[in-house]
Structures are given as C-alpha cells and as structure tokens.
C-alpha cells in the first residue's frame, strides 16, 4: 500500500480511538451480559438464539451508527479544523487523503466488530455451555456485517466529500434503511410497467443492497450460508464501496478548498 | 496532462466499471436468492405489534404490507406453489393496520380459503378476516357477500351462507343479489345456477384483476360442467332410441336434437370420444372444470387465466 495512504489511515484509526469511539464496546458487554443472564431467567428454549440475534444485531446497529457520524466527519472535520491544508501542503494527493481516510475508519469498524465478536462467543459460550460446529456461521454472518460497514462508510464519506455533516448523516441513514429493503426495492420496480419501470429498477440498482448481506436470521437457526454467496456478497461490497469512493475522490478532487 | 485531471479520468473509469460490475452481481444475488423479497419469514408476525411500530404511519405500512400481500401470493402462484404460508398474516397485518382496505377483505375471500394450488386453503381463517372486515365496516355488503361466498363455495355450509347473505341483504344499498342468495341457499344449495350467481356477482363487483380473471374462469367452468352433462344426456338418448353411439356430434344434429355443433366458451367444438363421453379439446385453457376432461388428466398447477378476463 502506498505509505501515504498508510499514515492516514492510521492517523484516521487513532483520532478514533482518542475520540473514545471503542467506548461503545463497554455499553455492548453490558448489553451482551445482560441479555445472556436475563434471557435464561425468563425465557425458555430460545436463549441461544437470542443471544445470536441479539449480538448481531447490536454489532450491526453499533457499527453502523459508528461508520455514519464518523464517517460523515472525516472530510468535514479536518476541513472545519484547516488540518487538511496541513495535510495536502505535504506531498499528499486527495485521492489518497480520501482513501486513507476510508482505510482508518474501516480498520477502526474492524477492530470494534473483533472485540463485539468475542463479545457474542463468550455470551453464547454462557447460555448454551459449549459451542457447537454451527456456530461458525455466525462468523460469516460477522463478516458480512463489516461488508455492510464497507459499504456505508464509503457512503457517508463521499457524502462528507460534498454536504454538511448533518446532511452527510441523514443522507447515509437513509440510504442504509433504503438499502436495507434493496430486494423489495427491486421487486415493487418489476411490478411497474414502461417507462417507471426503468426508472424504478434502475434506482433500485443503484442503492447499496444490504439484504443480501444480512444473514443474521439464518444463521441463529445455524443455517449455512452457500459459498457462492459469500464471495459475490464480497465482490459486491468491494465494487460498490469502490464505486462510492470513486464518487468522493472526483467530488473532492474538483472541491474548492480556498 | 495535470495529475488532478489523470485522477479525475481514472476514477471515472473506475466508478463506471464499479456501477456496471454492481448491477451484474445484483442480478447474480437475485438469482441465488429467488423469492428473497418475499422469503418465508416474517420478521414481525404479530399485526399489534406491526401497528404499533408503525409510529401512526400505519395507512402507509398498510400499503406496503397489501402490495407485499399481491406480490407474494402473485409470485408464488406463478410458480405453481401449493404453500401459501404467508398469505394469511400478510393479509391480517394489512387490515389490523387498515381496517378499511376493503380489497384485502376481497383478496382473502378468493385466495385464501380455496385449497391449493388455487388458494392457501385457509378457509377458516378466510372467515375470521371476513368477519373481522364486518365488524369494522358495518356497511358494507360485499363484506357479507364474501363471508358467505367462503361458506358456500369452499366449505358447502349452506346454512351459514345464507346467514351471511341474510345479514347483507339487510344493510342499507345492498345488491339486490343478496336477498336472492339467501334464498337460493334454502331452496337450491349446490345447484350450478347458484354457483354461477355467486361467480358472477363477484366478477361484477370486484375491480381486481386477479380476482375477476378467478371468477371468470369459474364461470367457464361451470358452463363447461353444465354443457358435458348436457351432451352426455344426449349421447345417452340417442343410443337409447337407435341402439348405438352416435358417430360424431353432427349425427346428434342430423337427429334434431342439437341445432349446432356445441363449442366451449373458448370456442372450440366439444369432442364426442368413441365410448360416449364429451370432452374439451384444451382442458388446460379450461381451469378448474370437472366433467369433458380425458381420462387420467391432471390439471396444471399454475391455472391458465386469459389475457381478456
């Protein structure tokens, strides 16, 4: 990797974790803990799978609020603070600001959802008292719950890369819930007909299609997941996380910054 | 040329292939998860529960939950499907979220109750929705129609339809139909005339397309059952007055009991087969008849509806 797109993705992981984001594991291992004494107490035959459910879902939720208001301050931030004349004084090109920019947060949603997975194992290791062969797929589920953050920080930075931070979060929350009903999307647009149709289909194309990347119902009931799947929700991640971040370098770059 | 414009190019090369890469994986996604949009699951499956988080948006979720209703018993249809495991709490959540979407009461009445693969074969639930559709309109007819269209039609409880129609008939600007039905159900329950009331009374007042296209293939049906009949009589009473099968349906013609070879309600002539018996010449255009089929004939599971119905 080239070093100048290094050094700023580890400055953007530092500034993330100086500004105490890995905080929000405490309130997950609270959460976890809870629901794993809890669950046991009142419920009967269903505290596995809620643990499952739970976890993911809060890994999902947490990574998510993460990649959206951090993401939208990566380009703002450092505008706001002129630390970005700084930056680009030194032999640094956008395009690698941006990419350095996307690696850091990406590394830091990484790092969180590694320690939110431990999280999830030892509260299942709780309720259910062993860990059984099925429980792997919950690591594909982890996996494509970071596809998903790939995707949306890519999103809230090529927002950042042009709007106000305010604006960079509503735009990126609504296009996670938009995204997140992608399949739908596509299926009411085949429903219309001639004109509206190619509108329909081609907006419905256009959004990031997390449905496909959310398998966490399947897996809690430790059902597996097809290989195929797997790598095209992969391919897909890296090409529309490309594809967004391309939208951000050619905004930023053609940016006005005087 | 300046390294901002190079960038510039490249990465419009780029997010132009990325764009074209992502539509082709999508398409690949949908068809590795065929039927994802409507997937067996429903995440919330309590109609209180739907209502509630609908934050006071509940007409708009409605609308949602009804198209997802059309789409999946739509798609599964197509497919030829004989589960419709969703069908009635899609259509529940519908009307708990609107009680006044009247077509869903409409929708449940036809496709729910009759058995697969033409239905979910839900009757019962069929009438808990229709009776719930009573109790928050009151007054509206159809509603009553419906109830006892499930009655009669898919559980032959005559006694209960007639009560339906009965009840309807008393609401201010019923169908006039309605009186008669209740009567009908005393007098000639299971007759094909009353059938073909009730078919036809639901092809006139209803504007949905999948449920006119249903009752007017009953319909066909029924004058094809009725027609079979007809013909085999005659068969028979030719062979009693002359000793013999007559040779094709224009003997029958030349014997002055019909005036015209008989055809379908599709239009093809019926066939007279060597031992007697009348069949369609293309049963599968023909869902849901009983008599003229071949012996052994399996009808497809997808019914063939026509373009025009």
Not at chain 1, 11 to 18: K, P
Not at chain 2, 114 to 132: F, T
Not at chain 2, 143 to 157: E, T, V
Not at chain 2, 278 to 296: A, C, N, Y
Request: with cysteine.
């Amino acid at each position: 990797m080239n070093g100048r797109i290094g050094y700023i993705a580890a400055n953007t992981f530092r500034e993330a974790v100086r500004d105490r984001v890995l905080y929000n594991l405490i309130a997950f291992a609270v959460l976890m803990s809870g629901a794993a004494i809890f669950i046991g107490q009142i419920s009967i035959d269903i505290e596995r799978l809620v643990v499952v459910n739970l976890g993911l879902t809060a890994v999902s939720l947490f990574g998510m609020v993460i990649a959206i208001f951090i993401g939208i301050g990566l380009v703002s931030k450092e505008i706001e603070k002129r630390t970005l004349y700084t930056v680009l004084s030194r032999p640094v090109r956008r395009w690698e600001f941006i990419v350095g920019k996307f690696l850091g947060l990406a590394g830091t949603l990484v790092v969180n959802t590694f320690f939110m997975a431990i999280g999830v194992f030892a509260a299942l290791l709780y309720v259910a008292g062993h860990l059984q062969s099925g429980d792997g797929w919950i690591l594909v589920a982890l996996y494509f719950i970071v596809l998903q953050f790939l995707i949306l920080t890519a999103l809230a930075l090529l927002f950042s890369s042009f709007s106000s931070p305010l604006l960079s979060a509503v735009f990126a929350f609504s296009l996670f819930v938009i995204g997140s009903f992608a399949e739908d999307l596509r299926g009411f647009a085949g429903m219309t007909h001639g004109i509206t149709r190619w509108l329909a289909t081609g907006a419905a194309y256009l959004v990031p299609n997390f449905s496909a990347l959310n398998v966490i119902s399947s897996v809690a009931h430790t059902q597996p997941v097809a290989t195929e799947l797997i790598i095209t929700n992969s391919a897909y991640a890296l090409i529309y996380s490309t594809m967004a971040l391309c939208g951000s370098v050619l905004i930023f770059e053609r940016r006005n910054l005087k | 040329m300046t390294a901002s414009r190079r960038t510039t190019i490249t990465a419009s090369i780029v997010l132009i292939v990325c764009m074209a890469a992502s539509v082709m994986l999508l398409r690949r996604l949908d068809q590795m998860r065929t039927g994802a949009t409507l997937e067996e699951v429903l995440y919330v499956s309590s109609p209180k529960v739907v209502k509630r988080l609908s934050l006071g948006y509940e007409g708009l979720l409605a609308d949602i939950y009804w198209t997802r209703a059309v789409q999946y018993f739509g798609g599964h249809h197509h497919a030829g499907a004989e589960h419709y495991d969703l069908l009635a709490p899609l259509l529940e959540i519908t009307t708990e979220l609107d009680p006044h979407l009247l077509i869903a009461y409409q929708f449940g009445a036809n496709f729910l109750a009759p058995q697969p693969p033409q239905g979910a074969g839900l009757p019962q639930r069929a009438i808990e929705l229709a009776e719930y559709g009573i109790r928050n309109n009151p007054d509206d007819w159809q509603l009553y129609y419906q109830l006892g269209f499930i009655y009669y039609i898919d559980l032959k409880d005559y006694p209960h339809a007639a009560d339906a129609f009965l009840r309807g008939s008393r609401v201010p600007n019923a169908h006039p139909w309605m009186k008669l039905l209740a009567a009908l159900m005393a007098e000639h329950a299971g007759e094909t005339r009353t059938a073909q009331m009730l078919w036809t009374t639901t092809y006139e007042t209803s504007r949905d397309r999948d449920v006119r296209a249903n009752a007017a293939a009953h319909l066909r049906a029924l004058q094809v059952d009725e027609d079979v009949a007809a013909l085999e009589a005659l068969v028979a009473r030719y062979r009693a007055e002359t000793g013999h099968l007559p040779g094709s349906l224009a003997d029958l013609q030349s014997a002055g009991m019909l005036r015209s070879i008989p055809a379908d309600p599709l239009g093809h002539p019926y066939k007279l087969m060597p031992e007697g018996r009348i069949e369609v010449q293309v049963p599968d255009d023909l869902p849901f008849i009983v008599k003229g089929t071949p012996p052994g004939y399996v009808p497809p599971l997808k019914p063939k509806f026509l373009p025009s119905d």
